[in-house]
T-cell receptor, first 111, second 112 residues
Framework: DVKVTQSSRYLVKRTGEKVFLECVQDMDHENMFWYRQDPGLGLRLIYFSYDVKMKEKGDIPEGYSVSREKKERFSLILESASTNQTSMYLC??????????FGPGTRLTVL | GQSLEQPSEVTAVEGAIVQINCTYQTSGFYGLSWYQQHDGGAPTFLSYNALDGLEETGRFSSFLSRSDSYGYLLLQELQMKDSASYFCAVSPRTHSNYQLIWGAGTKLIIKP
């Protein structure tokens, strides 16, 4: 079974802090994704990566950056956290286009 | 732009059949996917329709009609554990073929 893990289930940070969210997958998937999920808005793509060191912006990249130094690991970075970045963050990976495997999510609260 | 519309909430009775619709506006896409998400959990893949027609997987079926810009997820013999949110998603041809555009989700409430 594919396993996608995220570094924290719950995280509380203060405005202006730099925040790192880590995601690791164990199935050698090329593609990895970061989403945020807010009530009534579904999943919105922040960034994705289709290979090591490769990244592309999703629909809402502002205020975020990513890093993929190793195939199994995809990090989301909030350079200076703001209250409007309080959300559920979901990481996913895929080998092919349609079936994405998700991690358990990180609920981030920015105070 | 590209968008998917789903009802925000659907209520059904245990043992019944329910259909969750998904209409979309997109210039072209590779396929329509459905995901299930329980409260507090992660989305999990249910089905994928690359071609028009019905795909059946146990109690769940998914349908796609490209000519009508429409798809649906059909859940039969509803069980309480089917209470969850259901998301449709498409892989647009204007994007790389591993990106998905998501609907806002349908919360399915099942009553005994």
């Amino acid at each position: 079974d594919v396993k996608v893990t995220q570094s924290s289930r719950y995280l509380v940070k203060r405005t202006g802090e730099k925040v790192f969210l880590e995601c690791v997958q164990d199935m050698d998937h090329e593609n990895m994704f970061w989403y945020r999920q807010d009530p009534g808005l579904g999943l919105r793509l922040i960034y994705f990566s289709y290979d090591v060191k490769m990244k592309e912006k999703g629909d809402i990249p502002e205020g975020y950056s990513v890093s993929r130094e190793k195939k199994e690991r995809f990090s989301l970075i909030l350079e200076s956290a703001s209250t409007n970045q309080t959300s559920m963050y979901l990481c996913a990976s895929s080998l092919r286009g349609s079936e994405q495997f998700f991690g358990p999510g990180t609920r981030l609260t920015v105070l | 732009g590209q968008s998917l519309e789903q009802p925000s909430e659907v209520t059904a009775v245990e043992g019944a059949i329910v259909q969750i619709n998904c209409t979309y506006q997109t210039s072209g896409f590779y396929g329509l996917s459905w995901y299930q998400q329980h409260d507090g959990g992660a989305p999990t893949f249910l089905s994928y329709n690359a071609l028009d027609g019905l795909e059946e997987t146990g109690r769940f079926s998914s349908f796609l009609s490209r000519s009508d810009s429409y798809g649906y997820l059909l859940l039969q013999e509803l069980q309480m554990k089917d209470s969850a949110s259901y998301f449709c998603a498409v892989s647009p041809r204007t994007h790389s073929n591993y990106q998905l555009i998501w609907g806002a989700g349908t919360k399915l409430i099942i009553k005994p």
